[in-house]
């Protein structure tokens, strides 16, 4: 376990239509609203009452990876880690002013913005049926893997708990993982953002509302290796790529380590279940499509 780290606390996009991502969001994404104002919304899963997706208006983009810092002293040692790393960092820790709590920015090897806030303690509620959970984990796609892999491992106290040819699995809690970095030769884009449902049928049901909203499954139903998670991918509003996921696997101390040796399936399949098509062209397009934005150090 990270001692540092408990999760992704916020995934933060941007949208050229945000009335009609905000709409999808809340209406078929199951996500209940935080409030925000004209430019910006904010809504959370059945885990808390905090953001787990803000949208701001503008251009389709990933703004933003925001951690839950494990209280104040995590949050100060992660800012010192990070700062001693070389890395651009706000100056110190405040008070963001969309009143979401205390933490900081920072740029990761790749000029990402990442950002932590102090997670007050609170434990998660029960879970929902039928309802979003949380955002459990991100997918990066990066051109310089190792630097990425020794960012999460050595600065942010990671674990790095599989690796596959294509994929490693980065490790701070009770689930699997909370971040999968691509081995790419390309400029650092989203690969997508997965979000958790409360059990398989939940998951199931998510697929058949999204059909009958208009968004096609673009790869799955299937059940991941790494993580045993059972997954289905959409274009979302604006092409956003998104993971409806369950079934995460939960791990300890004890689980042992798999390289890219240890990893893969038998010809023809793309999952453990061997009942899906392969990814389509078109979720294979927009998981390289959305850069992240720069913005400025808060």
């Given at each position: 376990?990270?001692?540092?780290i408990?999760?992704?606390?916020?995934?933060?996009?941007?949208?050229?239509?945000?009335?009609?991502?905000?709409?999808?969001?809340?209406?078929?994404?199951?996500?209940?609203?935080?409030?925000?104002?004209?430019?910006?919304?904010?809504?959370?899963?059945?885990?808390?009452?905090?953001?787990?997706?803000?949208?701001?208006?503008?251009?389709?983009?990933?703004?933003?990876?925001?951690?839950?810092?494990?209280?104040?002293?995590?949050?100060?040692?992660?800012?010192?880690?990070?700062r001693?790393a070389?890395?651009?960092?706000?100056?110190?820790?405040?008070?963001?002013?969309?009143?979401?709590?205390?933490?900081?920015?920072?740029?990761?090897?790749?000029?990402?913005?990442?950002?932590?806030?102090?997670h007050?303690?609170?434990?998660?509620?029960?879970?929902?049926?039928?309802?979003?959970t949380?955002?459990?984990?991100?997918?990066?796609?990066?051109?310089?893997?190792?630097?990425m892999?020794?960012?999460m491992?050595?600065?942010?106290g990671?674990?790095?708990?599989?690796?596959?040819?294509?994929?490693?699995?980065?490790?701070?809690?009770?689930?699997?993982?909370?971040l999968?970095?691509?081995?790419?030769?390309?400029?650092?884009?989203?690969?997508?953002?997965?979000?958790?449902?409360?059990?398989?049928?939940?998951?199931m049901?998510?697929?058949?509302?999204?059909?009958?909203?208009?968004?096609?499954?673009?790869w799955?139903?299937?059940r991941?290796?790494?993580?045993?998670?059972?997954?289905?991918?959409?274009?979302?509003?604006?092409?956003?790529?998104?993971?409806?996921?369950?079934?995460?696997?939960?791990?300890?101390?004890?689980?042992?380590?798999?390289?890219?040796?240890?990893w893969?399936?038998?010809?023809?399949?793309?999952?453990q279940?061997?009942?899906?098509?392969?990814?389509?062209?078109?979720?294979?397009?927009?998981?390289?499509?959305?850069?992240?934005?720069?913005?400025?150090?808060?």
């Open positions: 376990m990270n001692p540092l408990s999760g992704i606390r916020t995934a933060e996009i941007g949208a050229n239509n945000l009335a009609l991502v905000s709409r999808f969001y809340e209406t078929v994404w199951t996500l209940r609203p935080l409030g925000g104002s004209a430019t910006v919304a904010h809504f959370a899963g059945t885990i808390g009452d905090y953001p787990v997706l803000t949208v701001v208006a503008g251009s389709t983009t990933v703004r933003r990876i925001i951690w839950n810092a494990r209280g104040m002293d995590a949050l100060e040692e992660l800012h010192g880690r990070i001693a070389g890395l651009p960092v706000s100056a110190s820790a405040r008070a963001f002013d969309d009143g979401h709590g205390i933490g900081f920015d920072s740029r990761d090897p790749e000029g990402r913005t990442i950002s932590f806030i102090a007050d303690g609170t434990p998660p509620r029960p879970t929902v049926r039928d309802k979003i949380k955002v459990t984990h991100f997918n990066l796609n990066s051109g310089n893997y190792d630097a892999r020794a960012y491992r050595d600065t942010l990671f674990r790095v708990i599989d690796e596959t040819k294509t994929n490693g699995f980065f490790n701070c809690d009770v689930d699997h993982h909370a999968v970095i691509g081995r790419v030769p390309m400029r650092p884009t989203l690969n997508h953002i997965a979000f958790e449902m409360p059990d398989l049928d939940s998951n049901r998510m697929c058949g509302t999204m059909r009958e909203a208009g968004y096609p499954i673009e799955g139903v299937g991941h290796g790494p993580g045993d998670n059972v997954f289905a991918y959409f274009a979302g509003p604006e092409e956003m790529p998104i993971e409806s996921t369950a079934e995460v696997l939960p791990v300890d101390e004890t689980y042992a380590y798999r390289g890219p040796e240890e893969g399936f038998p010809p023809g399949r793309t999952d279940w061997g009942v899906t098509d392969a990814p389509s062209l078109r979720i294979k397009r927009i998981q390289s499509q959305f850069p992240f934005v720069e913005l400025p150090l808060r």
